[in-house]
Structure formats: structure tokens, C-alpha cells
């Protein structure tokens, strides 16, 4: 397939390198330029958004939160520019269930699909090709879309309709965020009262307390290693999206 990828930060450059991989056609594109990595394995770099949805049957967005969204669509040198009827665009970033909508009618107004389809897994999936993407939008798009999801990630879900991908996503951020506070405070308190968080830890991940964050998390609390894998305020950004969507 000819492939866009708009938006290559931590995230977006392994997943555009795994498409490269397989074998496909990838345009890229980002505010930053373009790693010697990606077009040196056979990517194409272009001077903007709109170059790579001239290029690309399949265009795919992964940047921060809903106003970058917005603006590498329809802003200056956007993806909608460069659109002619029949292409896809894919969205993976995480951003607002309401503006996703509209921007698909936006994209659909122009003759082109719309998929939502953000993921979870962070820095280490995207690198693994091991992603859990869960999508919105039509059936035909997403079985067309389908082959590029699976360089990309293992746990692939078209849950709805359009939105319905990023409503998703908001749900399993607060599962995950009410996760890691739980498992914080358990393993504080544990350790407060004189029990070995190690020990505590190994017994509950036997129990009905486990969980994949009480397995990662916790360990690098007991191990006391906070390197950042996750900006906080982007955190922040996806918990105000369930109060908004709420």
C-alpha cells in the first residue's frame, strides 16, 4: 500500500518504521525533520501533510492531543488539502470522542473514509509492534486498514462506529490512571506499616488484586526506578477527556 505517516515523536517513528519493514509505499511527515533511520530503511520524506495525502491511499495521524489533530488535517499544508475521494485517513493519536466525529464527517464530506483508531501500550508496544489498537468507524475502512494495523499491533478491535475507537481509548486510560494511584497507595501503606512491598506485591499478584500495572508498575516502585515512559500532562489530557466526555 502507499502509506502516509504524519507525526513521527516517540510513538509514530517505530510504527511508521514497521510499515517501512513490510514493505510499503510510507510518506512522511513531521514539524521536526524526518530521522536518517526512516527514509535510510526507505521512507520518503515530504515537505508537508497535504505532499503526503497526495502521495498516499492511506493516511495515518499520530500526534499529541486534539488541537494537533485538527491542525494536521485542515490546518495550513493539512492532510485534507492534499485528499481526493477514495482515500483513508487513519487517526491513532488519543484525543476527544466529540471532535473525532466531527472531524470524520469533515473527512467524509470530501469523498474519503475516517477511522479512529488510537493505542495503548505506550513507548515499548510501539517499538515491539505489539500495540492494542481499538478503532471507530466503517467496516469496509477498517478491513482495508487492517494489514497496516497488524505491523503495528497484536490486539486489534473495531469497536464502532466513529468515536467509538477514542471512547474506548478514554476507558482504558481511567482504568489505567485509578490503576496506578491504587497500586501506589496499597504499596505505600504497605510498606508504612512495616511489610516488605516486594513480598506484598508478590503475594497480591497470586489474587484477585493483580493487574498488568500492579505487575509493571509495581516493580519499578519496589525497585524504586521512575524513569519516565509517559509525559504526566498528557495524562492529564486523557482523564480530562473522560470529565469532558462525562
Do not use: W
Amino acid at each position: 500500500m502507499k502509506v502516509g505517516f504524519v507525526g513521527l515523536g516517540i510513538m509514530g517513528a517505530p510504527m511508521a518504521g514497521h510499515l517501512i519493514d513490510a514493505g510499503h509505499e510510507v510518506y512522511l511527515y513531521d514539524i521536526k525533520p524526518v530521522s536518517a533511520e526512516l527514509t535510510g530503511k526507505g521512507g520518503t520524506a515530504c515537505a508537508s501533510a497535504t505532499e503526503v495525502a497526495k502521495n498516499a491511499d492511506v493516511i495515518i495521524t499520530m500526534v499529541p492531543d486534539t488541537p494537533h489533530v485538527g491542525a494536521a488535517l485542515f490546518g495550513e499544508g493539512g492532510v485534507a488539502a492534499g485528499l481526493t475521494p477514495g482515500k483513508t485517513v487513519v487517526d491513532m493519536s488519543s484525543i476527544a470522542p466529540v471532535e473525532t466525529k466531527e472531524y470524520a464527517k469533515k473527512i467524509n464530506d470530501l469523498g474519503c473514509d475516517y477511522l479512529d483508531a488510537p493505542v495503548s501500550g505506550g513507548e515499548v508496544g510501539a517499538k515491539a509492534a505489539s500495540l492494542t489498537i481499538m478503532v471507530g468507524g466503517p467496516e469496509a475502512a477498517f478491513e482495508k486498514v487492517k494489514p497496516l494495523f497488524e505491523k503495528m499491533g497484536k490486539n486489534i478491535t473495531l469497536v464502532g462506529g466513529n468515536g467509538d475507537g477514542q471512547t474506548t481509548k478514554v476507558a482504558n486510560q481511567i482504568i489505567v490512571a485509578l490503576n496506578i494511584l491504587a497500586v501506589s497507595e496499597a504499596l505505600l501503606f504497605a510498606s508504612k506499616a512495616g511489610a516488605d512491598p516486594a513480598k506484598v506485591r508478590q503475594a497480591l499478584m497470586g489474587g484477585f488484586a493483580n493487574s498488568r500495572i500492579l505487575e509493571v508498575h509495581g516493580e519499578r516502585i519496589v525497585n524504586r526506578t521512575f524513569n519516565p515512559g509517559f509525559r504526566i500532562e498528557l495524562h492529564q489530557k486523557d482523564l480530562n477527556l473522560a470529565l469532558t466526555g462525562a
